[in-house]
Every structure is written in C-alpha cells, then in structure tokens.
C-alpha cells in the first residue's frame, strides 16, 4: 500500500501528524499506563493498585473486578463475596458509562497486539484469509458459562488471551507470550481483526455492556464526508459506521450506536474533513443541516 | 424473487448458525477436556489457607493474585502458563518457602472472592495439606539419632508434631524419638518440609486427600465401643483357655 492510500495520509497532510494519531496516542497512553500502575507496585513499591484486571483493589480501599469473571465463578457454583460483587458493580457503572468496549479499546492489552497485527496487514497489503462471521464472538460467549456450568472450574480462564496477557506482565511471564504471538499470527496472516472483532468473548460481553452506554462517536458532520473510506479501512468493526455515516440517505441518526464500536476514536483521526467526534448517544444533531434530522424522521413515519 | 431468496436465506441462516455453533463447541469440548486435566495439581503444590477443595476452589478463584500481593513472606506465587498448576491460581511449595502462619491470614482478608474461606479466623484451624513422614529409611531420628528438627520447627509443636519414644533395636539400650504427625492439628504450613535436614526432605506436606485414609462408615473399633458404653458389647462372653501346642523335647 503506497504512502498516499494509506487511511489517514489525507488527515496527515490536512491535520498534522498529531491530531492525525491523538485519539490512538492516548489509547496507547491509556493501555500503557493501566500496565504501569500495575506494575508500580511489584517494581517500585507504590502500591496504588494491586492485583490484575480479574479484580484488583485501589489504595487498598476500591475494589475493582471484571464482571465476566466474575460471571464464570458463578456459573462455576461459587457465590463470591460482597468486595468481588461491588468491585464489579463498579466497572459494569463505568463501561456503561464511557461505552462498553472502551474496555477493548482503552484497557485491554491485546488490543495492541490485533491493532499492531492490523497495522502490518495494511503495510504488507495482505488481503483475504478466513471469513468468519463477527456474531460468532456471541457464540463463544454462550460457550464460556457452559463450559464453567460443565466443568465445575472457571475454564475459559485457562485460555483467556486477555487475563493471561496481563497476568503475565504484572505476575510474570511463564508460557503466555506464545499466546500473544499465536493471537498476533492468527490476526495478521489468518483473518483480518479476528481475534477481537470475531472471537473474543470478553468483547463480546462488554458490546453487551455497552448497549446502553452513553459515550459514543457521532458522525455529526456526516454532510463533509467525502467517501474516502479511510474511516472503514482502519476501523476494527467497520460495519457499525455504516448506518452513521450513511444515515443521511436512510434517516438514521449520526451517532454511532452499535454496541460493537469499541470508541477508539480512530475514525475521528483519520478524517481529514473531521466528520466523526466523540459525543453522547443522546446527541443526534448533525452540523450542516442535513436533511435527515433523526426525531422528525421517525415522527413523519 | 423475493419469494424465492427467502428459502436460500433461511437456508444459509441455518447453515452460518450450524457452522457457528458446532465450531464453538468443538472449541468448548477442548476447553473442557483442559479444564478437567486443569483440576489435577502436583502433590507439591499446596493452596493458601482457607482454600476449599480443589474442585470448589478452581470454581471460585478469579486468578487476581491479591494473595499472592498481600503475602507477607512471598511465599505464594501465581501459576504461571505453562506450570503444572492451573494457570493463574495461588500456590506454595513448602520446601522451596512454607506458610508462616500469619495471625492475621492476610492472603485470606485480600481474597475478594471467597475463595479463600473468609470465616477461618484462627489459623491453626486451616488445613493448607497434612505432613507425612514419607520415608523412615533416611530420617535420622529412626536412625536413632536426634535430629528433631521437623518437631522443633513445627508451629504447633507438641500438638501437630510429637516425639513418641519408642525401643532402639539396633543398640538394644537406647530410644528412638519417633517425630509422629497428628492429623487433627497439623495445618499443613510445611515448615517442617523446608525444615529436613535431609538432601530430600523425609517429612513432606501433601494435600489433605493424598495424605488421609479413611475407614468406612460402618467400622467399629471393639475397644472404642466398650469405652462407649462402660461395658462389653457381648455380656458373659466365655473367655476360653488358651491352647499351646504340647511342647515335646
């Protein structure tokens, strides 16, 4: 892929550089420094968090725990303790709040592994590979609590890419890192973002999530676009754009309401008329006075 | 031709979701197989104080490594992938670094969960594993000398651990101090594992299941019975003369 078709090389030279990356400088920042507060504690003796992603606990008073785990010991028959259950009250409050798959986006640590893996597939313009549908994530997810129904044991935890990821960086590596690079091979070589946009679970559960979630990307100055498809070339679920950016023709509202956009901000970036802004899902005002204004739509109809 | 799309999707409808589901499955079949493997753990390998059984303890740990942070001697250790442990949960081995019996069980107060039972308050009441003396062929206090370090160091000296003098055979005169575990106090700390002088230690901690018997239900000890009820359970039992075989020179 040349230079000049690269998504995003118009928002370069119109933008600048920097605001061309800053919604995915700050992800990084984000990623990065939930893994260095992490690691304060073993590494520098400032303990302000403690534990892993599972569940942890803030200056040894907030606790913080991952619903989906938490969901798997329950299934697995254990009724876990009131700290587990506020902890995890506490992140379902948050993710509905800042979107569900912001999680994804802005906390997981595999998402920079599938994003560099997209990355090196645009650069090397490997195209094609196996087609598996994006709803076979809810598949897996269906899958998860079964198997801990079954086993008695908390089984995807045995081979969760993204609790086995962190642990390893925060407790220590063992065998992990071949779990990384197996992910890194198998987005980069066997399908396009197929990893988290296809089969991840914890994805999956944080759509679920974030349903309701309020922060979301609106393509509010969708009349500016000029169908470069920059935005859909390098979003990780290029399919919940469409009926934003589309809307104007359709009667849909500007904001991105799929439950499976993960608000990395990225669509923003790489727009060179900047279209795209994060927004509230409440806000469906469109700049230009578009013709399609959402609420008198759905009232003609 | 909407008419007749409509068959072709439903058929590929039921073809994706066929495809979906039994992929997933066959992936969750796996998961199941590994996550039974996942429940045998080496007998080296003990669980943190007021850990349930294995089955109920894999169910209701999350893998945080909260013990593990909050263990005052780092004693516990997070399973890494790739350990014969399964991946991500708590353990020690005692004779790499053994429980010291915190009064306060601090791995317990950080559990979130519950997987480590929040009611064991006292610690000598956890039962982390049982110590055996494996081998009587290389302890030294069966040798006849006084070693007496796994007594010495045990916690719960002259409850857990106690020295049972029994006759010297090999000499003819001396006693031997005979270190004798007893079940209804040893916790399992492992102390006395990392405490053997030997190049392998004598004395080992052994979760609870691999190191106790258990006689079935209906047996009844004679002795205990009669204690029991202050009396013999077979009232006016004949006790009938021994018969020796004639002595003929």
């Given at each position: 892929m040349s230079a000049e078709t690269r998504p995003g090389a118009a928002a370069c030279t119109t933008k600048g550089w920097f605001a061309a990356h800053k919604w995915l400088i700050l992800r990084r920042l984000s990623q990065f420094s939930v893994i260095g507060l992490f690691l304060l504690g073993p590494l520098a003796g400032i303990w302000f968090i403690k534990g892993n992603l599972a569940s942890s606990l803030i200056l040894d008073t907030v606790p913080l725990s991952d619903p989906f785990v938490l969901l798997q010991t329950m299934f697995a028959g254990h009724l876990p303790e009131t700290t587990a259950l506020t902890g995890a009250a506490i992140v379902l409050v948050a993710y509905a709040l800042v979107g569900g798959r912001a999680y994804c986006s802005w906390v997981c640590p595999v998402n920079v592994v599938t994003d560099v893996a997209a990355w090196a597939r645009r650069r090397l313009d490997l195209r094609g590979g196996v087609r598996i549908n994006r709803r076979t994530r809810y598949w897996v997810l269906a899958m998860v609590p079964v198997a801990a129904v079954a086993t008695g044991?908390?089984?995807?935890?045995?081979?969760?890419?993204?609790?086995?990821?962190?642990?390893?960086?925060?407790?220590?590596?063992?065998?992990?890192?071949?779990?990384?690079?197996?992910?890194f091979l198998y987005d980069l070589f066997v399908a396009e973002r197929g990893w988290c946009g296809h089969l991840c679970p914890m994805g999956a559960f944080y759509s679920i999530v974030g349903t309701v979630s309020l922060v979301r990307v609106s393509a509010r100055d969708r009349?500016?676009?000029?169908?470069?498809?920059?935005?859909?070339?390098?979003?990780?679920?290029?399919q919940v754009l469409s009926p934003a950016v589309r809307g104007g023709e359709t009667?849909?509202?500007?904001?991105?309401?799929?439950?499976?956009?993960?608000?990395?901000?990225?669509?923003?970036?790489?727009?060179?008329?900047?279209?795209?802004?994060?927004?509230?899902?409440?806000?469906?005002?469109?700049?230009?006075?578009?013709?399609a204004q959402p609420e008198v739509m759905r009232k003609a109809a | 031709m909407s008419d007749r799309s409509q068959p072709m999707d439903r058929r590929r409808f039921l073809a994706d979701t066929a495809?979906?589901?039994?992929?997933?499955?066959?992936?969750?079949?796996?998961?199941?197989?590994?996550?039974?493997?996942?429940?045998?753990?080496?007998?080296?390998?003990?669980?943190?104080?007021?850990a349930g059984p294995e089955d109920d303890f894999l169910g209701a740990c999350v893998r945080c490594g909260l013990c593990v942070r909050d263990c005052p001697y780092?004693?516990?250790?997070?399973?890494?992938?790739?350990?014969?442990?399964?991946?991500?949960?708590?353990?020690?081995?005692?004779?790499e670094v053994p429980c010291e019996m915190c009064e306060d069980i601090p791995c317990v107060v950080a559990c979130p969960t519950g997987a480590l039972d929040p009611d064991l308050e006292d610690i000598d009441d956890s039962r982390m594993g049982l110590a055996v003396l494996v081998d009587e062929e290389t302890c030294l206090n069966f040798q006849g000398l006084r070693c007496d370090v796994c007594y010495r160091v045990c916690p719960l000296i002259d409850k857990a651990i106690t020295l049972e003098s029994e006759h010297n055979?090999?000499?003819?005169?001396?006693?031997?101090?005979?270190p004798t575990v007893h079940s209804d106090a040893c916790t399992g700390c492992g102390k006395c594992e990392r405490g053997c002088v030997l190049e392998e230690a004598a004395i080992r901690v052994f979760p609870r299941h691999l190191a106790k018997g258990r006689q079935g239900d209906h047996y009844r000890l004679g002795w205990q019975e009669k204690a029991k009820r202050g009396e013999s359970l077979v009232p006016g039992l004949v006790d009938l003369p021994d018969r020796l075989p004639e002595f003929k020179p």
């Open positions: 044991v908390i089984a995807w935890e045995l081979v969760n890419p993204v609790t086995l990821t962190f642990r390893a960086i925060v407790f220590g590596a063992g065998a992990a890192w071949m779990v990384v690079l197996a992910v009349g500016a676009c000029d169908s470069c498809m920059d935005c859909y070339a390098i979003c990780p679920e290029p009667g849909a509202g500007p904001v991105v309401l799929s439950p499976n956009c993960t608000n990395c901000g990225r669509c923003i970036d790489v727009c060179a008329p900047d279209v795209f802004a994060f927004t509230t899902r409440f806000n469906t005002e469109v700049d230009d006075g578009d013709k | 495809r979906a589901a039994c992929g997933v499955g066959v992936f969750g079949l796996a998961l199941g197989l590994m996550a039974g493997q996942a429940r045998s753990r080496p007998a080296q390998a003990l669980r943190p104080p007021g780092d004693t516990l250790k997070l399973a890494a992938l790739g350990d014969d442990v399964a991946v991500g949960t708590p353990y020690f081995v005692a004779r055979v090999r000499t003819g005169v001396h006693a031997m101090f005979i």
